[in-house]
């Protein structure tokens, strides 16, 4: 079976970038038995007997090239590839293909309902872009597609209910996690360091947690650090910008700090599912992702994304030990995803669902 998969927006890092190796390497290390052809905009991953990649980077350059090769010049070239399913991992469905595609959805900005980005914002005007044009273009996609795939519940009754598929259409596949026990702290916990691994956009909340440092030091407590991976978040005193760092420095911290999480859009949040699995403590935003992500987990506390009141009576109280870690066994690793989605992949492409 000849299967293409379409990533040509994944860049030089981010979540999409994550996605894209993490699925390339599942397949290049189990299946071969399928004739595997990855379309990318650049150079990101090796090739094997069984797996091989064509760049495209012309149309990498912009969303217009992007969306012209979506809507005309891409059935011709899938046409040539003659593959028996089509896969895109970048959120968006090829018009004119004939063959079964399956379309992965992870990028939440257009389906979340928890902030309304505006395009009269010089500051939001990108995230507006895409919450509300480009997902326009990922909602029609999806009513295109054979079969969709996300990776949370909430994302799944959000996909159903906003573009109208039937539930049969949708499916939710809980994203692989590997084995943390390495970065696993088996010491005391310093009760004032608390991380939050973050990027310096709106959507994740960053002021709240400034906002309720300065709450805190208004109430007198002031023996606490919030490490942050921004480059230049504030004068805050008690905020540490450390910039972008390796994901094992990452979770290196994360084991031996509370995690905070004040987010208010994310499809999944990979790190409270590292902090769950590290066993560590978290305060999460309310919200449909983080509780999915965390439910059932007994070192979890939630609080309103947008009351930095809440976020700071919690971290006083873990602070001043009232709340503590309870010492729970890291659940094992999730490994079973990618082995799904290739199990979809590989019945549409037996002629089950043919367009």
């Not at 090739?47 to 350059?61: C, D, F, G, Q, Y």
Request: aromatic residues 10%; proline residues 5%; glycine residues 6%.
């Amino acid at each position: 079976m000849r299967i293409v998969v379409n990533d040509i927006a994944a860049s030089g890092g981010g979540g999409a970038l994550s996605v894209l190796r993490s699925f390339h390497g599942y397949v290049r290390d189990h299946d071969e038995e399928n004739d595997w052809v990855f379309l990318l905009g650049s150079d990101l991953l090796d090739e094997s007997a069984h797996v091989r990649t064509i760049m495209l980077p012309a149309v990498k350059n912009s969303w217009l090239r992007r969306l012209f090769f979506d809507l005309v010049s891409g059935r011709y070239l899938l046409a040539s590839l003659k593959p028996d399913v089509v896969l895109s991992l970048q959120n968006t469905f090829t018009y004119g293909a004939r063959c079964p595609q399956i379309v992965y959805v992870h990028q939440s900005l257009p389906f979340q309902r928890a902030v309304n980005f505006s395009l009269w914002r010089g500051d939001e005007r990108f995230l507006a872009i895409y919450q509300h044009v480009i997902g326009a273009i990922i909602k029609r996609s999806v009513r295109h597609a054979t079969r969709v795939i996300v990776q949370t519940e909430w994302m799944r009754d959000a996909v159903v209910d906003q573009v109208g598929l039937s539930e049969d259409r949708v499916e939710a596949i809980l994203p692989d996690l590997e084995d943390l026990s390495a970065y696993a702290f088996e010491g005391a916990p310093d009760a004032g360091a608390f991380f939050y691994p973050t990027a310096a956009y709106s959507y994740k909340n960053n002021d709240c947690i400034y906002m309720a440092c300065r709450l805190l030091r208004q109430r007198g407590t002031v023996d606490f650090s919030v490490t942050m991976t921004v480059d230049s978040p504030s004068l805050d005193p008690n905020v540490v910008a450390i910039g972008r760092v390796p994901r094992e420095q990452v979770l290196e911290m994360l084991s031996r700090s509370t995690l905070v999480f004040p987010s208010l859009v994310e499809t999944y949040g990979v790190p409270l599912a590292e902090a769950r699995a590290l066993g560590v403590l978290v305060l999460a935003a309310d919200l449909p992702y983080a509780r999915e992500v965390l439910d059932g987990y007994s070192n979890a506390y939630f609080f309103d994304p947008k009351s930095p009141s809440e976020l700071a009576v919690l971290m006083s109280n873990i602070i001043n030990g009232n709340i503590v870690r309870r010492w729970d066994c890291p659940e094992v690793p999730r490994t079973g995803a990618w082995a799904r989605v290739v199990e979809t992949i590989e019945y549409f492409g037996r002629g089950a669902g043919q367009v």
